[in-house]
């Protein structure tokens, strides 16, 4: 049993207390002594209104996760937990992403007002005019794209917040519906609300939904080698690398309509990329398999690109403005 103790630094989030403590419960099982700490994040320090102007100055990156980096870096925590699709691909100098559990779910759902929606089986049945609220590029692009396909004329709306300040603009009427992480739902206890999982193939998931990030000193090593042994899933951790792989060479961020979702089946990784016009007319598809994943991001990336991926990211960065002006 090791006699130091793991200072776990958080957002002070609800989510994010969650995931802390979920950790911390697990390492103290195997009789590792945990303290966690919470720390408050530039995300969390701003207005939910104003972080819409964000994605147009392109200052979304790491919002919410400097702050934590800055305490494990001057050694006030030795293990920072990150919801992982919030991580930055590229960590700061002295630090290194270096374990992550079993992952979650990793669909999107959807969540209707309570007094809307009555025999709504699919995305397919939802009227014209239904008012769609969304904080992510990524869904409003594969949800217009569906709307074209499905010849639906539906509003997206963004919104901000933590779920319980979404769920409360929704009954409050403001919104006919949500899309959400189903992670962040159900590890919240509110099963209850999600209406239907959303097929993957409608909505591709953000690089690392659903997972946890571990982040420490990269001269930690005893802190690393605790981790690897008592929360680290080997699989999960090589599915979420090559999803940041892919994005990293896609030079896309975390505010591109970008999708990915890489799963483990019979001795073979597959990658699933998929990046998307901002409103819905193109939507880029690659897979690829393979029982090494140290390449497979970088490749399928390279083809995305081929096929015309870069002038769909630039295009979405261009009206990230628009978009956020709209919320």
Same mark, same amino acid.
Not at 19 to 30: I, K, M, P, Y
Not at 169 to 182: F, Q
Not at 218 to 230: G, H, N, V
Not at 261 to 272: A, N, Q, V
């Given at each position: ?6 200072r ?10 969650w ?12 009789g ?41 870096l ?57 008012i769609?609220?969304t ?20 509003e ?33 206890g ?6 239907l @999982?959303?097929? !993957?193939?409608?909505?591709?998931? &953000? #690089?690392?939904?659903?997972? =946890?990030a571990?982040? /420490? %000193?990269? *001269? ?13 899933c ?14 990293r ?18 001795? @073979?990784?597959? !990658?699933?990329?998929?990046?998307? &016009? #901002?409103?819905?007319?193109? =939507?880029l598809?690659? /897979? %690829?398999? *393979? ?10 990336a ?15 960065r261009?009206s ?8």
């Open positions: 049993m090791s006699e130091k103790v793991i776990i630094g958080t957002r002070a989030s609800q989510l994010a207390q995931q802390a403590t979920w950790c911390a419960n697990r390492l103290e099982s195997c590792i002594p945990v303290e966690v700490v919470l720390i408050s994040t530039s995300g969390d320090k701003i207005a939910p209104d104003l972080r819409t102007l964000l994605p147009a100055a392109n200052v979304t990156q790491g919002i919410f996760t400097k702050e934590i980096q800055n305490a494990l001057d050694g006030r925590v030795d293990l920072a937990v990150h919801s992982l699709k919030d991580l930055p691909t590229d960590s700061p100098t002295g630090l290194r992403f270096v374990a992550s559990p079993e992952r979650g779910c990793v669909e999107d759902v959807l969540v209707l007002r309570k007094d809307f929606g009555a025999g709504v089986q699919s995305l397919r049945d939802l009227p014209n005019g239904t769609i609220g904080s992510s590029l990524r869904r409003r692009a594969q949800t217009m794209a569906l709307a074209k396909r499905f010849e639906k004329s539906w997206l709306r963004g919104i901000r917040g933590n779920l319980n300040t979404r769920l409360a603009k929704l009954d409050s009427g403001e919104y006919d519906a949500l899309i959400l992480a189903r992670a962040g739902v159900e590890r919240l509110w099963n209850e609300r999600i209406s @999982l959303l097929p !993957l193939e409608d909505i591709l998931p &953000a #690089v690392g939904q659903g997972a =946890i571990l982040e /420490t %000193r990269e *001269d930690d090593a005893e802190t690393i080698a605790c981790l690897k042994r008592s929360l680290n080997d699989k999960t951790f090589r599915c979420v690398q090559a999803e940041r792989d892919m994005l060479a896609l030079q896309g961020g975390c505010s591109a309509p970008i999708g990915a979702l890489c799963t483990y089946s019979d001795g @073979l990784f597959t !990658l699933w990329g998929r990046v998307a &016009a #901002v409103d819905g007319r193109v =939507i598809d690659k /897979t %690829r398999r *393979d029982a090494d994943t140290s390449s497979l991001g970088k490749i399928l390279e083809e995305l690109l081929r096929d015309g991926a870069q002038d769909l990211i630039r295009e979405a261009d990230a403005g628009e978009w956020s002006a709209s919320v």
